[in-house]
């Protein structure tokens, strides 16, 4: 159903400001409307009792605007029997359009017995051979200056709230940061002075401080590795209970240790065998050719330990 909600022309709101309207304005108001529920629905202008501010209780909806010449016209949807029904008997004569600054329709109100703001428009009819009188008014915007000035104060003080907020958040993170060193530069601490006392404890256990360096740096490992990585952070909570378990076993192993290796010498190998000694001919005539053979030999004696003087004999003639 459409029906005629305004028209240009000057006209004086309910709150006795007057506006000049011209077609653009009207067709302003039209694309405006259409152009935002076409995005989102949830935004439709509903039609109400009267000018209430929170827009409820709604009886209808707009489901588009339009430009008649001067005339702006209004699709109605989902109306209730109860509205139309009221209107039929005449509890309401004319409709009220409510306006944002933007010119962004707000709602429809329909009212009852009032001096008309805008006058010339159509009856309209919500039956067929029924006339109902229905005369638009006009009412720019349902917010005082004085609302609009206490809204404006409510903003201001929750950008400020919102402020005080981040930087208050912005201390707390950074504390946090700082508590989470301290304690990561206690455990290095603590690694460190338990395994020093560890060797001091046992005569056997020799490290190099290299050695134990590494030590601490691997405790630090295992002990950072059960750390739960604090939400949209860049450093760790500071809950570290998870790994103690296997840092316990770690500490018990260290102090557990002992040297496996002593500087003793545990076995010495035996000198190769001077074959000379057992095979010489010294003071012997002995022929050029047989003495080559021999010193051949032994050449392969001690090149092979485990070969016979006749074997190295045999392989010295090969």
Same mark, same amino acid.
Not at 68 to 84: C, D, F, M, Q, T
Not at 227 to 235: A, M, Q, V
Not at 261 to 278: G, M, P
């Given at each position: 159903?459409?029906?005629?909600?305004?028209?240009?022309?000057?006209?004086?709101?309910?709150?006795?400001?007057?506006?000049?309207?011209?077609?653009?304005?009207?067709?302003?108001?039209?694309?405006?409307?259409?152009? $935002?529920?076409?995005?989102?629905?949830?935004?439709? @202008?509903?039609?109400?009792?009267?000018?209430?501010?929170?827009?409820?209780?709604?009886?209808?909806?707009?489901?588009?605007?339009?430009?008649?010449?001067?005339?702006?016209?209004?699709?109605?949807?989902?109306?209730?029997?109860?509205?139309?029904?009221?209107?039929?008997?005449?509890?309401?004569?004319?409709?009220?359009?409510?306006?944002?600054?933007?010119?962004?329709?707000?709602?429809?109100?329909?009212?009852?017995?009032?001096?008309?703001?805008?006058?010339?428009?159509?009856?309209?009819?919500?039956?067929?051979?029924?006339?109902?009188?229905?005369?638009?008014?006009?009412? %720019?915007?349902? %917010?005082?200056?004085?609302?609009?000035?206490?809204? $404006?104060?409510?903003?201001?003080?929750?950008?400020?709230?919102?402020?005080?907020?981040?930087?208050?958040?912005?201390?707390?993170?950074?504390?946090?940061?700082?508590?989470?060193?301290?304690?990561?530069?206690?455990?290095?601490?603590?690694?460190?002075?338990?395994?020093?006392?560890?060797?001091?404890?046992?005569?056997?256990?020799?490290?190099?401080?290299?050695?134990?360096?590494?030590?601490?740096?691997?405790?630090?490992?295992?002990?950072?590795?059960?750390?739960?990585?604090?939400?949209?952070?860049?450093?760790?909570?500071?809950?570290?209970?998870?790994?103690?378990?296997?840092?316990?076993?770690?500490?018990?192993?260290?102090?557990?240790?002992?040297?496996?290796?002593?500087?003793?010498? %545990?076995?010495?190998?035996?000198?190769?065998?001077?074959?000379?000694?057992?095979?010489?001919?010294?003071?012997?005539?002995?022929?050029?050719?047989?003495?080559?053979?021999?010193?051949?030999?032994?050449?392969?004696?001690?090149?092979?330990?485990?070969?016979?003087?006749?074997?190295?004999?045999?392989? @010295?003639?090969?």
């Amino acid at each position: 159903m459409w029906i005629e909600i305004f028209k240009t022309g000057t006209h004086t709101d309910s709150a006795g400001r007057e506006r000049n309207f011209t077609s653009e304005d009207i067709s302003a108001i039209a694309d405006k409307y259409n152009q $935002s529920i076409a995005v989102d629905k949830s935004g439709e @202008a509903p039609i109400v009792i009267g000018h209430p501010k929170d827009n409820t209780p709604a009886y209808g909806w707009v489901e588009r605007l339009a430009r008649r010449g001067e005339i702006l016209l209004a699709k109605l949807k989902n109306l209730s029997p109860e509205i139309i029904e009221q209107v039929r008997q005449g509890a309401f004569r004319k409709v009220s359009v409510s306006l944002f600054p933007d010119l962004m329709l707000r709602h429809i109100g329909l009212l009852g017995a009032a001096t008309p703001a805008v006058k010339g428009l159509k009856n309209i009819s919500f039956a067929e051979g029924e006339n109902t009188e229905i005369i638009s008014d006009f009412n %720019f915007n349902d %917010f005082s200056d004085k609302e609009g000035t206490k809204d $404006s104060d409510l903003i201001e003080k929750i950008n400020f709230l919102e402020n005080e907020n981040k930087k208050i958040q912005k201390k707390l993170e950074e504390k946090d940061q700082q508590i989470h060193k301290l304690i990561k530069e206690a455990k290095t601490k603590e690694f460190r002075e338990f395994i020093n006392s560890s060797v001091k404890a046992q005569n056997s256990l020799k490290l190099s401080p290299a050695q134990s360096e590494n030590l601490v740096e691997i405790m630090q490992l295992v002990y950072e590795r059960g750390l739960k990585k604090e939400e949209n952070t860049d450093w760790n909570a500071s809950d570290f209970s998870e790994n103690e378990d296997l840092l316990e076993k770690i500490k018990s192993f260290i102090y557990g240790l002992s040297t496996q290796i002593t500087t003793e010498e %545990f076995a010495v190998r035996q000198s190769k065998k001077d074959n000379s000694d057992y095979y010489s001919f010294s003071g012997r005539k002995v022929q050029p050719d047989r003495m080559l053979l021999h010193n051949r030999a032994l050449e392969i004696m001690n090149e092979n330990p485990t070969l016979s003087y006749e074997e190295a004999i045999i392989e @010295a003639q090969s």
